[in-house]
């Protein structure tokens, strides 16, 4: 039994440093990637192959970070985009994961609601913008209202799916011991599709980031989607392709983030 074990080990460790090695061979090409793109636009704004003056440069687009951020007026305009954007990616995620759970909970009420949900979802949410403003005012509250409304839609529907999707076994298995329906929630249909609920988190970070700098386009006097607007008021487009540029970076980390709680999450469910 021993040489088996042993054997058995080896096999494991090497599956083990194999993932590792294919990791990084991704982590390198994207580096090679991004290296690639940073030194060709550089070359190309040098060379005049594009516009320097609508396409800017990654030295110029530094030199622009660098002074905002000495002054500190770019901390405060990242930090106030960040708080509104973090508040309505939770709101818009776990309204979005409530109004689900009421309605698998309640069959007759998920059909009242489905055309209205259908109506919703297909609806541009950024055309509603307008009327939040008028509603909330011109403060963050707008803004963050702006961010979970672009996401809680698209969480109850896919959160919903997901539910309906699981295996009726467990209901039925449930069921037969007397357990109701939220008791069959509570201990089935909400723990199985966690993994669902981890990816919508993933597309909310994008959702929440749309819906933050468009309404900041429309009301904001700080943020990093007022200080776009406000670049291409003045023809100052290294500023705006700098909070282009932070903006990819801090959604990048929100992904990264959320990507690590799903992969706890899954180390602890198994």
């Known amino acids: 039994m021993a040489p088996e074990t042993k054997t058995d080990n080896q096999l494991f460790q090497q599956h083990k440093n194999g993932l590792k090695r294919e990791k990084r061979i991704v982590l390198t090409w994207q580096a090679i990637l991004l290296i690639a793109f940073i030194g060709f636009w550089e070359i190309a704004s040098k060379f005049y192959w594009i516009d320097p003056l609508l396409f800017s440069s990654p030295s110029e687009v530094t030199q622009v970070l660098l002074a905002n951020m000495a002054d500190g007026s770019m901390v405060t305009h990242i930090q ?133 700098i468009v309404g900041e386009f429309l009301v904001a006097k700080q943020g990093l989607g007022y200080l776009i607007i406000y670049g291409f008021q003045v023809f100052d487009f290294s500023l705006v392709l700098s909070s282009l540029v932070l903006i990819a970076i801090f959604a990048a980390i929100m992904y990264k983030v959320v990507e690590k709680l799903e992969g706890w999450l899954i180390k602890n469910k198994a």
Request: aromatic share 12%.
């Open 80 to 212: 106030i985009t960040l708080f509104e954007t973090i508040a309505g990616f939770l709101i818009g995620t776990i309204a979005g994961i409530l109004f689900a759970s009421i309605l698998w909970t309640s069959p007759r009420f998920s059909r009242i609601m489905d055309p209205y949900l259908v109506i919703m979802n297909a609806m541009p949410k950024v055309a509603l913008g307008p009327i939040l403003i008028v509603a909330l005012g011109t403060g963050y509250f707008s803004i963050i209202a702006m961010g979970a409304l672009v996401s809680v839609i698209i969480t109850t529907l896919v959160v919903y799916n997901a539910f309906n999707e699981v295996d009726p076994n467990y209901e039925k298995v449930l069921k037969s011991f007397g357990a109701t329906r939220w008791q069959q929630f509570k201990e089935a249909i909400f723990p199985a599709t966690l993994p669902a609920m981890i990816s919508t988190l993933k597309v909310n970070v994008g959702l929440s980031w749309v819906g933050v």
